[in-house]
């Protein structure tokens, strides 16, 4: 997922402000707390679940990387990368640890750029398949688990986490794939754009790294596609509704 490659140290201060803004926002409001502690377990699904997406469409495109190093696990701590989970949990916006691929490893079959493209969609992918998962389960229980129980405190619960995990996997879909550097999409459009193109964005990578790390930190990023998670999630909710 994210690779960042420049001024880390001034990325992490920003990052740790915002972290600690949101805590003190989160502290001033116990009903706000209990939702975002009820969304751990959905930060942790979407992120494993995403990584190893990447790791083991690379495996299954002949690139062993992610199994030699023990990405190739539905482990967590495999998976996460401590201040993007933080972010994630706390902020909105968040990542796990990169997993590593070579693309001269893939099969010949289709080129290694066309191999990037399908291992990097293969994250966002699962993620929005995972919320369609959750949503069938979340229409289920509503239909087969009684009013007694939806009502009770453990149903309630159960409920919201469910919903929580919803959203935070379409999220994370959604969010890595705006077209920009570190992110998934940015790999995707590659195979699709013109030769010219491609080497201005190559040659520009570092621009575009900072430009996505303007529009996440002023909340640009946010704006742009929370239109976009929640149409895509309550489409996801209806469409499941349909089908239980």
Same mark, same amino acid.
């Given at each position: ?33 209990? %939702? ?24 299954? #495109?002949?690139? *062993?990387?992610?199994? =030699? ?5 539905? *482990? ?9 989970? %933080? ?8 990542? $796990? @640890? ?10 010949? @079959?289709?080129?290694?750029?066309? $191999? ?8 966002? #992918? ?32 159960? =409920?919201? =986490? ?9 999220? #994370? ?16 459009? =590659? ?6 193109? @491609? ?19 002023? $909340? ?25």
């Amino acid at each position: 997922m994210f690779n960042f490659s420049f001024d880390r140290r001034t990325l992490y201060i920003v990052i740790g402000i915002l972290v600690l803004i949101s805590l003190v926002s989160l502290l001033s409001s116990p009903t706000a707390l209990y %939702l975002t502690l009820l969304g751990i377990p959905g930060v942790l699904i979407a992120i494993t679940f995403h990584e190893f997406a990447h790791g083991i469409t690379a495996y299954m #495109l002949g690139d *062993n990387t992610a199994k =030699m190093e023990g990405r190739l696990s539905l *482990n967590p701590f495999a998976h996460l990368d401590p201040i993007g989970t %933080l972010m994630l949990v706390f902020v909105g916006i968040g990542w $796990g @640890k990169p997993v590593h691929v070579n693309p001269s490893n893939y099969t010949r @079959k289709i080129s290694m750029e066309k $191999g990037e493209a399908i291992v990097s969609i293969a994250g966002p #992918l699962i993620n929005i398949i995972l919320a369609f998962i959750f949503g069938i389960i979340y229409y289920a229980i509503q239909r087969f688990a009684g009013a007694e129980f939806l009502a009770s405190t453990v149903g309630t619960i159960i =409920m919201q =986490m469910i919903v929580s995990t919803i959203v935070t996997n379409v999220g #994370l879909g959604v969010f890595n794939l705006i077209p920009l550097p570190p992110l998934d999409g940015s790999k995707v459009i =590659m195979p699709f754009l013109p030769y010219n193109a @491609k080497q201005w964005f190559i040659n520009n990578e570092q621009i575009f790294y900072i430009i996505f790390i303007i529009i996440w930190i002023t $909340g640009i990023a946010g704006s742009i596609i929370s239109p976009a998670i929640a149409w895509i999630a309550n489409g996801i909710m209806r469409l499941c509704s349909f089908i239980i």
